[in-house]
């Protein structure tokens, strides 16, 4: 899988708390969250914890996967209790792991995964969040997700408690997919169509990319915004 990855910083932020990695045959973006430079610590510790699991893999799974994520929240967890300045801090994150036609994923929070097949832009993961809680209890419309006042109000994140619930499991993908990688700032301001409209457009990644962010920027770009877009060798 070749991979490009980018991470901007909103304009009416002053810090970006996203990060991102790039491996061999994985990808992992964070959006921290919680005080005084708590996000990016935790965004930060997530993405190095991870990205050192992984890179001594042999093999891989939905289980492996939700381990990692694990083991990136108890370090978190425990990095605050030993700090309490930094009670409240915690980070969103989505992995995936390529590996022949299986593309293994893991999310908590609401940066997202999605897969481009035959033209269309199809979501992997699930949001955490208390709109996605509402549009499933059928009290909030997809049209009105994107205008709600509550809509980065998180219901689970890393790092906030010892224990979290992490989402994983296993997709299949064939040579020339592509995949996306994102946290909210995309999402959030976005709509999926018009980003499915983006990949149908733009064959190269690097000029995706560059595509993508015009649109958050246009939009005003009030979220940081990171995006890693891979395509399946």
């Known amino acids: 899988m070749k991979s490009i990855g980018m991470s901007k910083i909103g304009l009416v932020r002053q810090r970006n708390e996203d990060r991102f990695y790039i491996g061999d045959s994985f990808c992992i973006v964070t959006d921290g969250m919680g005080g005084y430079k708590g ?99 059928g009290e909030l419309k997809a049209d009105d997700m994107l205008q709600h006042p509550q809509r980065n109000v998180l219901t689970r994140a890393v790092g906030v408690g010892p224990v979290v619930d992490i989402d994983a499991g296993v997709y299949k993908v064939m040579p020339g997919d592509r995949i996306l990688l994102c946290s909210d700032g995309l999402t959030g301001y976005i709509e999926q169509a018009v980003i499915e409209e983006a990949f149908r457009k733009e064959a190269k990644d690097e000029r995706l990319i560059e595509d993508l962010m015009t649109l958050v920027y246009d939009q005003g770009a009030r979220d940081n915004v990171t995006i890693v877009i891979g395509t399946i060798d």
């Open 39 to 137: 996000g990016e610590i935790a965004s930060t510790m997530v993405v190095d914890t991870l990205a050192a699991d992984m890179q001594r893999w042999q093999d891989v799974s939905a289980d492996a996967l939700r381990q990692a994520v694990a083991k990136a929240n108890m370090a978190v967890y425990d990095w605050v209790k030993t700090t309490p300045a930094l009670e409240g801090m915690g980070t969103t994150a989505v992995v995936a792991y390529v590996t022949g036609s299986d593309l293994y994923w893991a999310n908590v929070g609401d940066s997202r995964l999605y897969v481009f097949h035959e033209d269309r832009l199809t979501q992997i993961s699930t949001d955490h969040s208390m709109v996605q809680a509402l549009y499933e209890a």
